[in-house]
């Protein structure tokens, strides 16, 4: 969730964390994002035949499992549940007029 890397940085800073400690931690995250999304990008294409059939469901599942934290919560709430069936009813509403 986008909003983590948002929130981070400020709750580090309010929680007192030294720079250099932040600023190494950010530096290794970082290159073991970029490095570990491209290695297993790599490996997959090589290991998986036929990998671009599988890439549709894999998007969706991440894009799922990314989303559950938000949406359980609003499941799990009558009225929130309410609010966002309601919404989302005018806005196909909206798309099929």
Not at 51 to 60: Q, R, V
Not at 83 to 89: C, G, L, N, P, V
Request: a positive charge; charged letters at 15%; aromatic letters at 12%.
């Amino acid at each position: 969730m986008p909003i983590v890397r948002t929130i981070v940085p400020v709750i580090a800073g309010v929680g007192l964390m030294k720079y250099r400690t932040f600023f190494f931690n950010n530096i290794v995250g970082a290159l073991l994002w970029a490095v570990g999304v491209a290695l297993a990008g790599f490996y997959l294409g090589k290991t998986v035949s036929n990998i671009d059939h599988y890439l549709t469901p894999i998007i969706i599942f991440i894009i799922v499992i990314s989303l559950l934290p938000t949406t359980i919560p609003i499941l799990r709430d009558v009225e929130k549940r309410a609010y966002f069936k309601a919404q989302i009813r005018k806005l196909i509403k909206k798309i099929w007029k």
